[in-house]
């Protein structure tokens, strides 16, 4: 087994040893012999904008109020400067209520959703594409040399995946150090847990890489830019869709990243090749 690097420069990382977060299940393996394995709990979580039910989203049950907040944010509900004056989560009823000063109803947006390839939040809203419009993301340099290292800390960080798998996750890194690490069931959501820690905390998108396990749907592109990211990063494929957003809205695409090796769909331009495939370091 790899060696698992330590937590040192993240400011949020997985803890694979939460409470409820797994549950010890008995079974057998392929040779008939008992065994127990961690398997990855999912439970219902209720979310509120004042007092309008939006969606139940099914969920590992971390960081529910990050979830709350980055959902809203990623589907439009919450504006940029929106005053947000509470975010109560009642964990008896698995249910967050995210208060606002002025509150705005959504009949026209939720008669709208349409549902997309993704899994568990796996819907958007039609005007999430509106959001697009006229969209400049930063000119972010992006090294091949941060790309590997980022590769290669992220596969070692210990994590719900490499306890029990069933999982996907999503990180928020700056050139090549990792600094805040979700997981979910769905991708989506841990996207949305990252989008709602960066609006709690007020972490600017400028100089952020995203990477996801997952794979480069139009709906992880859009959310991605409309968070103000520039770059999105995955082990995983894309899709052409995915890859026809990421150019139309100047996003560097990056994607089958593993080791030292990658494809990129979209934002060439931004690469700066200073780290080789093969180890050396290039003369560009």
């Not at 990855?40 to 590992?60: D, F, G, Q």
């Not at 509900?77 to 009823?93: C, I, N, R, W």
């Not at 805040?180 to 960066?198: S, T």
Request: with cysteine; proline share 3%; aromatic share 6%.
């Amino acid at each position: 087994m790899a060696r698992l690097e330590d937590l040192s420069g993240y400011r949020l990382a997985p803890d694979p040893e939460a409470a409820r977060l797994t549950r010890r299940v008995a079974g057998h393996d392929e040779t008939g012999a008992r065994i127990e394995a961690d398997v990855v709990e999912e439970r219902p979580l209720t979310i509120y904008l004042n007092s309008r039910e939006i969606v139940t989203a099914m969920t590992i049950g971390d960081y529910p109020e990050y979830l709350a907040l980055g959902f809203l944010k990623n589907q439009g509900m919450l504006a940029d400067g929106e005053d947000v004056t509470g975010v109560d989560y009642d964990a008896e009823v698995e249910t967050v209520v995210v208060r606002t000063r002025s509150r705005t109803t959504y009949e026209d947006k939720l008669s709208r959703k349409t549902r997309t390839s993704g899994c568990a939040v796996g819907t958007v809203f039609g005007d999430m594409m509106e959001g697009l419009e006229g969209l400049t993301l930063p000119d972010l340099a992006l090294k091949t040399s941060d790309l590997y290292a980022l590769s290669h800390r992220i596969n070692r960080t210990p994590s719900l995946y490499l306890r029990a798998g069933a999982i996907h996750g999503t990180v928020l890194c700056r050139g090549d150090q990792p600094l805040v690490y979700m997981e979910d069931v769905g991708r989506h959501n841990a996207v949305d847990k990252i989008a709602g820690w960066m609006v709690a905390t007020g972490e600017g998108a400028a100089d952020k890489t995203l990477y996801t396990t997952g794979r480069l749907t139009s709906e992880m592109v859009i959310k991605c830019a409309l968070m103000g990211i520039p770059a999105l990063v995955s082990r995983s494929g894309f899709t052409a869709w995915g890859v026809e957003i990421a150019n139309q809205v100047g996003l560097t695409l990056i994607g089958r990243l593993k080791g030292r090796r990658f494809l990129c769909l979209a934002g060439e331009d931004r690469l700066v090749r200073d780290a080789s495939p093969d180890g050396t370091e290039s003369t560009e």
